[in-house]
């Protein structure tokens, strides 16, 4: 009888997942301890600095007063089902796209736990120029906005129906 890999190849890119959800939860723990004191400068336009997000992506509903966790926490579960369901029906060769929803998946399921144990995310990269801060990010927030990019070049690549 054939495996789940065997009958859905493309589920392999969840090892990518795996990768960022580690990475992402290894450097939060760093965070949270080396940046408790205050932040570390890594180039001029580069901080590390600890902060504690309730929101979702740059801060949407911060100060919602707790019912957005659950609203997000329910939102990056579907997001991330329903990119597994995708990912196990693409084709073999589609490997560009493949990535790209094995790092949105990583990244959101990396910030899934964070928001269902925590209540908050843990951000710690801070970049920044002239007095502008972008909002503080983390490795699951730029996993998603690497495999978003990713998804969106594969969409718009020549030969693509």
């Given at each position: 009888?054939?495996?789940?890999?065997?009958?859905?190849?493309?589920?392999r890119?969840?090892w990518?997942?795996?990768?960022?959800?580690?990475?992402?939860?290894?450097?939060?723990g760093?965070a949270?301890?080396?940046?408790?004191?205050?932040?570390?400068?890594v180039?001029?336009?580069?901080?590390?600095r600890?902060?504690?997000?309730?929101?979702?992506?740059?801060?949407?509903?911060?100060?919602?007063?707790?019912?957005?966790?659950w609203?997000?926490?329910?939102?990056?579960i579907?997001?991330?089902v329903?990119?597994v369901?995708?990912l196990?029906?693409?084709s073999r060769g589609?490997?560009?796209l493949?990535?790209a929803?094995?790092?949105?998946?990583?990244?959101?399921?990396g910030?899934?736990?964070?928001?269902?144990?925590?209540?908050?995310v843990?951000?710690?990269?801070?970049?920044?120029?002239?007095?502008w801060?972008?909002?503080?990010?983390?490795?699951?927030?730029?996993?998603?906005?690497?495999?978003?990019?990713?998804?969106?070049?594969?969409?718009?690549?020549?030969g693509r129906?």
């Open positions: 009888m054939a495996t789940a890999l065997q009958r859905r190849p493309m589920l890119w969840l990518l997942a795996a990768v960022v959800l580690i990475l992402d939860y290894l450097t939060k760093w949270e301890t080396a940046l408790r004191e205050g932040m570390i400068s180039l001029p336009f580069l901080d590390l600890l902060a504690y997000n309730t929101g979702a992506a740059f801060s949407l509903l911060a100060d919602a007063g707790g019912w957005q966790r609203l997000f926490a329910a939102l990056a579907g997001v991330a329903a990119l369901v995708w196990a029906r693409l589609e490997h560009r493949g990535a929803l094995a790092l949105i998946i990583g990244g959101a399921v910030n899934l736990v964070d928001r269902l144990s925590l209540g908050y843990i951000d710690f990269i801070d970049v920044h120029a002239a007095g801060h972008w909002p503080a990010f983390n490795i699951a927030d730029s996993a998603i906005t690497i495999g978003a990019v990713l998804l969106l070049w594969d969409a718009f690549r020549p129906h």
